[in-house]
C-alpha cells in the first residue's frame, strides 16, 4: 500500500474538495478509510443534534439493550454513504437493516463524488483552454513535488550525486522531476517536456501522479487572447524539479524552489515557483507563486523595492572576475548574494533587490523559463546581459551562455545594460 502520508484523498480533504480524481483512483482500503472517517464525523454530528433537540426517541429492544433515535439516524447516515460509495461490500450494522429506499436528508448524506460541485469542477478542468490547463494543474503538481523535496529531507538520506563540479544531484531533485514529468506527461502528451535531470522513469507512485488542476485559478482567470488557439505540440516545457541544490543540501531551505515554465513559440510565456519551505504566518510551510502572460501573476503581493537605495541580487556560490565587473559597473548599494535563480526573481518581486545580475554562463533554459515567465507577468524583464529574450524552443541548447539581468517593473533595464562594460558585454557575446 502506498503510505498513508503520501496520499492525497480528495474525498476527505475539506481544503481540497474541489477535486475527487485522486480519491477514486486511490486503493480500495484507502478510500474506505477515507471516506469513513468523514462519514463518522457526520454520524456524531447526528447524534449531537438529536441531543440538542431533547427527544431521544428510545425504543427498548430488549433487556437492558436501548435504541434511541441517534442509533437510527447515525446508522441511516453511515450506511446510505458506504452503499453508495463502495456498492459491492457487506456492510453490517448494530440496528439491523437501514431503510434505504426512503429519502435520507442530504445532509446526513457523504457522498463526494457525485457532490455537484466537484463534478462542475471537474467538467471545467477538462473544458478549460489549454494554456489554462498547464498553469492550474502545474501549480498542482509543483506543490506535490515540493512536499516530496520536504519528504527526503525528513528522512536524511539525501543521496547525492555529483553530475559534474558544482552540480549536484540528490534524491529529491530526481523523485520530484519523476513526479511533474509523469504528471504533465499524462496530462499534456503532445507537449515537449524536458527536465534538468534529464529523461525520467515514468513509472511512478500513484500518489505522484497528479491530474488534477487548480480549480481557483480556472474560475477567477480568464484565457487572454493570444493563447485561446494553442495547441499541444506548439508547448515545450522547461522543469527544473529542485533549483538551488546547493542550498538544499547546505541548508538555505527557504531559497528552494521548484520551477516549471512554460514556452509557446521560443517565447517564456508561463511559469510556476514553488517554495516547499516559505513558512506563512500562520504555520503553514510552502507556496505556490504563479506567472501568464496577459493574466497577471497570483501567490504573492508583489512589494516595490526601496526608491532610495538600490539593491542587487547575484549568485552566492558560481562569481568571477566577469561577475564583478558587472557589479562595479553598475555600483549597487547592497549586493545580495544567494543561491536560485527562482528565489532571485522572488527577491524582486517581495522588494528586496531592484535587479537580478549574473554575468555569467552558469544558468541553463530550466534555471530561467518559468522565473522569466513569471517576471515578466508582472511587469519585469528578464534577458541575457547583452538584452536579449533567451528561446525556449525544443531543440535549443541547454545552457544560458550569456548570462542573466532581471530588472523588476519601474526599474529600467536598458539604463543598467548601459552600464555593462565593454569587457563583460565581449565575454558575454563569445557564446
Not at 511533474?180 to 499534456?188: E, G, H, M, R, T
Amino acid at each position: 500500500l502506498t503510505p498513508l502520508k503520501y496520499l492525497i484523498l480528495r474525498n476527505i480533504d475539506k481544503r481540497n474538495r474541489d477535486n475527487i480524481a485522486m480519491a477514486s483512483s486511490a486503493p480500495l482500503v484507502m478510500r474506505l478509510v477515507g471516506s469513513s472517517i468523514k462519514i463518522a464525523h457526520r454520524a456524531g454530528n447526528i447524534i449531537r443534534d438529536v441531543m440538542r433537540r431533547g427527544d431521544l426517541g428510545i425504543v427498548e429492544k430488549g433487556k437492558d439493550d436501548l435504541q434511541t433515535e441517534a442509533d437510527r439516524s447515525a446508522q441511516r447516515c453511515i450506511v446510505a454513504s458506504l452503499s453508495k460509495l463502495f456498492p459491492n461490500a457487506t456492510i453490517i450494522g448494530e440496528e439491523g437493516p437501514s431503510d434505504l429506499n426512503r429519502l435520507t436528508p442530504l445532509k446526513y448524506l457523504i457522498l463526494r463524488n457525485i457532490d455537484k460541485r466537484n463534478r462542475d469542477n471537474i467538467a471545467m478542468a477538462s473544458s478549460a483552454p489549454l494554456v489554462m490547463r498547464l498553469v492550474g494543474s502545474s501549480i498542482k503538481i509543483a506543490h506535490r513535488a515540493g512536499n516530496i523535496i520536504r519528504d527526503v529531507m525528513r528522512r536524511g538520506d539525501l543521496g547525492i550525486v555529483e553530475k559534474g563540479k558544482d552540480d549536484l544531484q540528490t534524491e529529491a531533485d530526481r523523485s520530484a522531476q519523476r513526479c511533474i514529468v509523469a504528471s504533465l506527461s499524462k496530462l499534456f502528451p503532445n507537449a515537449t517536456i524536458i527536465g534538468e535531470e534529464g529523461p525520467s522513469d515514468l513509472n511512478v507512485p500513484e500518489d505522484w501522479l497528479i491530474t488534477e488542476s487548480n480549480i481557483d485559478f480556472l474560475e477567477k482567470h480568464k484565457c487572454p487572447d493570444a493563447f485561446v488557439n494553442l495547441k499541444e505540440s506548439d508547448v515545450v516545457i522547461w522543469v527544473d524539479p529542485l533549483d538551488g541544490t546547493s542550498e538544499y543540501t547546505q541548508g538555505f531551505l527557504e531559497r528552494v524552489t521548484v520551477l516549471i515554465g512554460i514556452a509557446v513559440n521560443e517565447r517564456a510565456v508561463g511559469g510556476i515557483i514553488h517554495q516547499p519551505y516559505y513558512e506563512h504566518d500562520t504555520g503553514d510551510i510552502g507556496r505556490t507563486i504563479w506567472g501568464l502572460h496577459g493574466c497577471g501573476t497570483g501567490g504573492i503581493l508583489p512589494v516595490e523595492p526601496p526608491s532610495d537605495r538600490f539593491l542587487v541580487t547575484t549568485t552566492r556560490s558560481h562569481s568571477n572576475s566577469i561577475v564583478q565587473s558587472a557589479l562595479d559597473a553598475i555600483s549597487p548599494d547592497e549586493v545580495l548574494r544567494v543561491g536560485g535563480a527562482g528565489y532571485k526573481v522572488l527577491q524582486l518581486l517581495e522588494g528586496k533587490a531592484h535587479a537580478y545580475v549574473f554575468a555569467s554562463a552558469g544558468c541553463k533554459k530550466w534555471d530561467t523559463c518559468a522565473p522569466e515567465a513569471v517576471l515578466e507577468a508582472n511587469g519585469g524583464t528578464l534577458t541575457d546581459m547583452l538584452g536579449r529574450h533567451y528561446q525556449y524552443g525544443k531543440d535549443v541548447s541547454f545552457p544560458n551562455s550569456s548570462g542573466v539581468l532581471g530588472t523588476v517593473a519601474g526599474v529600467s533595464h536598458d539604463d543598467i545594460l548601459a552600464k555593462i562594460p565593454d569587457n563583460v558585454k565581449q565575454a558575454m557575446s563569445m557564446y
